[in-house]
């Protein structure tokens, strides 16, 4: 069955520094779709980038980017120079052709951007 | 600010009773989807409307249902309530029916409720 994996519950990081979000996934179909959400304390879930499973280049979007490696299933979000506001939690989203056009979504990494 | 919206924001009632969520999606999004976030569950589709149809159901309860109307609002609607549905209910919209691994979902706020 698909799943997403993000191993680490809480990351912290310096302001202006860059930080990875690691996410690996388990899917046997060759056409998929990964996302990254941001869900700051307020609650909502904001969109932040979308690499595709036949994408050639790694999605970036301003300051953030995707770390896609195929081959080791992984789609790492790398937030550069990171702001105070980036402090929220994230999430690491599939869907998948067959999938019932579902997001299936990983347990989140808590990041904390201190002074 | 998504383009999604929601109402209500908040939602606090009892045991055994029955309430409504809405969801308006994009302008010119046609794809409809509701999910639950639970601290023990993380977020959980629901279910998933294209132009007044359903889609695809997930791990939807039988006292859930939803609908999507004419003019594209969604609404769920939760009966016979229990303290375990207490969650953060997400509306989702997209272009597309969510059959191309491009579809992108734009998230509403949010209706937060609480049973008591």
Redesign the interface.
């Given at each position: 069955a698909q799943k997403i994996t993000q191993t680490q519950p809480g990351m912290f990081v310096q302001e202006k520094e860059a930080v990875t979000l690691d996410c690996t996934y388990d899917t046997s179909d060759p056409?998929?779709?990964l996302?990254w959400?941001k869900q700051p304390s307020?609650?909502?879930?904001?969109?932040l980038i979308?690499q595709?499973?036949y994408d050639q280049q790694n999605a970036t979007e301003g300051r953030y980017s995707l770390n896609f490696q195929k081959a080791r299933k992984s789609a790492n979000l790398v937030i550069s120079a990171s702001q105070l506001g980036d402090s929220a939690m994230y999430?690491c989203?599939m869907?998948?052709?067959g999938g019932?056009?579902?997001?299936?979504?990983?347990?989140?990494t808590k990041l904390t951007v201190n002074p | 600010d998504?383009g999604v919206t929601q109402t209500p924001k908040h939602l606090i009632t009892a045991t055994g009773q029955r309430v409504t969520l809405r969801c308006s999606p994009r302008s010119g999004d046609l794809?409809v989807?509701w999910?639950q976030q639970s601290l023990d569950q993380?977020?959980q589709?629901l279910i998933?409307y294209y132009n007044g149809e359903e889609?695809?159901?997930?791990n939807i309860l039988e006292r859930f249902s939803a609908q999507q109307f004419p003019d594209l609002h969604s609404e769920l609607n939760l009966s016979s309530l229990e303290l375990g549905d207490s969650a953060?209910y997400?509306c989702?919209s997209s272009e597309k029916?969510?059959?191309?691994?491009?579809?992108?979902?734009?998230?509403?706020?949010?209706t937060?409720l609480t049973v008591l």
């Open positions: 056409s998929y779709g996302f959400y307020s609650g909502e879930m904001i969109f979308y595709g499973s999430f989203a869907m998948w052709l019932s056009e579902k997001l299936v979504f990983g347990k989140g | 998504s794809s989807y999910y993380g977020l589709f998933h889609r695809a159901k997930g953060l997400f989702a029916p969510g059959t191309t691994i491009t579809d992108t979902q734009y998230f509403g706020p949010g937060r």
